[in-house]
């Protein structure tokens, strides 16, 4: 972009919107009316939706085809409430042709979007979940929007957006034993707060970020949103090309500029990250675990879920740390993986064997525990360790306290049947 004789660079998001509007470039605070390639609703908002689109005059969805429905929040039905909505959400999708409406059991919306390529690189996903920033793991612009929002994606196919400012984050360094990519989105989000980066995008980089997988991609991304991020990215690369089958060439044009304009750039050494733990009531609370344990935190509930904690690679670490133990008495270990596909991978490599064994209860894959929807509610003063996506007060029912950390740390505290370092029970087994 050129102003007064200036080239101006341009972020990986502002390329992505502009091509969206039609434009040749875009500066943040320009507002503009993007073309959506991709609109998502599932069963927790998507009756909103549906009351408020039944009231427009002229009912037809733009593209039947780029609509997806899921069913995560609610995968059973576990009253008549439910029950009633997934009907309601059966009926228009029935009537409007929509094309992907999966079902209750087969996972969470994110995951879904994902292992199923309803995205790609370059492209605007929205939907109506907060955890949506998840996608741009794929290197695309994706963020949570209101119900009436969606109706209006559904009529136009498009939806006006304010041009965010983009923040650099980049993380370089070796992982040290024993952390996660969770242990890595703590920090991060501890080093902002709750509103560090509101309404502003987030761009991943480094040598530490180019080694993640997509599912590790997702996880980092889905945590931005607690950082109060409109959407967070990575670059696509040959990871990236890989896990969609198609060519890095195909990505070329969406990578920022060398000279783009930040707000801000941040650099994170991952050499000296230790395994975190957000203590309650906020996902930015937190710490490392080492300053926790002299204080003895006995536990009630361990689980392993969500768009952020529910991958393969969360249950295949929880397998390590549990294989030839037991859960501790009195302790529910609950295990949510985040879609159909990866409880079937789990099982066929026998990490599923591993987990029963060891005394974990496996729940139908959907969103899980993250809000206790159909699995994991605390009663009054009990306290939970989880790798949800959040912990505020009422998170996981109207009483209990809620940790949140690694996968490794959960399930390591699930045998000791207390706040415990994944390290301890992780030696000479990765």
């Known amino acids: ?57 002229k009912r037809k969805v733009w593209d039947p085809e780029k609509i997806v429905i899921t069913f995560d929040h609610h995968p059973t039905n576990t009253n008549m409430s439910v ?135 997702l996880t980092l991304c889905a945590m931005s949103t607690e950082m109060g991020a409109k959407c967070a990215v990575v670059p696509a690369d040959e990871i990236t090309a890989h896990y969609l089958g198609m060519e890095l060439t195909d990505f070329a044009p969406y990578r920022s500029d060398e000279d783009a304009r930040y707000e801000g750039i941040v650099h994170i050494d991952l050499s000296g990250l230790c395994p975190q733990v957000a203590v309650p009531d906020l996902p930015t609370n937190a710490t490392d675990i080492s300053n926790l344990s002299g204080e003895n935190i006995r536990i009630d509930q361990a689980t392993i879920s969500s768009c952020a904690g529910g991958n393969l690679y969360d249950l295949e670490i929880a397998a390590k740390v549990v294989k030839g133990r037991k859960v501790a008495k009195g302790v529910r270990f609950y295990v949510v993986p985040a879609s159909k596909r990866i409880l079937e991978e789990a099982v066929d490599k026998g990490i599923i064997t591993t987990l029963l064994e060891a005394g974990a209860v496996i729940g139908v894959p959907g969103c899980g525990t ?54 301890e029970l992780l030696e000479g087994r990765i």
């Not at 969470?108 to 741009?136: F, R």
Request: include cysteine.
């Open 370 to 423: 993250c809000g206790a929807h159909y699995i994991g509610s605390l009663a009054k003063d009990e306290v939970c360790i989880s790798s949800t996506t959040r912990n505020m007060k009422g998170r996981m029912g109207a009483g209990g306290k809620i940790y949140l950390a690694g996968s490794a740390t959960v399930a390591a505290s699930a045998v000791t049947g207390k706040l415990t370092d994944p390290r």
């Open 83 to 217: 029950a009633e909505n997934h009907l309601m959400i059966k009926k228009f999708a029935e009537e409007f042709n929509i094309k992907y409406t999966y079902s209750g059991g087969d996972g969470i919306s994110h995951t879904l979007l994902a292992e199923n390529k309803h995205i790609l690189p370059g492209q605007v996903l929205v939907g109506t979940d907060s955890h949506t920033n998840a996608l741009g793991a794929l290197g695309c612009f994706a963020t949570g929007i209101g119900a009436t929002e969606m109706v209006g994606v559904f009529v136009r196919g498009k939806l006006w957006f304010n041009v965010p400012v983009t923040v650099k984050i980049e993380i370089n360094g070796v992982p040290p034993f024993g952390v996660e990519v969770k242990d890595l989105a703590l920090k991060i989000i501890s080093l902002f707060g709750p509103q560090g980066v509101n309404y502003k995008a987030v761009e991943f980089t480094g040598e530490s970020i180019e080694r993640l997988s997509i599912p590790e991609r």
């Open 1 to 57: 972009m050129r102003i007064g004789g200036i080239n101006l660079g341009q972020t990986i998001i502002q390329k992505i919107l502009a091509k969206s509007a039609g434009l040749e470039s875009v500066v943040p605070g320009q507002i503009i009316d993007a073309q959506v390639n991709t609109a998502m609703i599932h069963d927790n908002t998507g009756p909103v939706v549906i009351e408020h689109f039944h009231k427009l005059p």
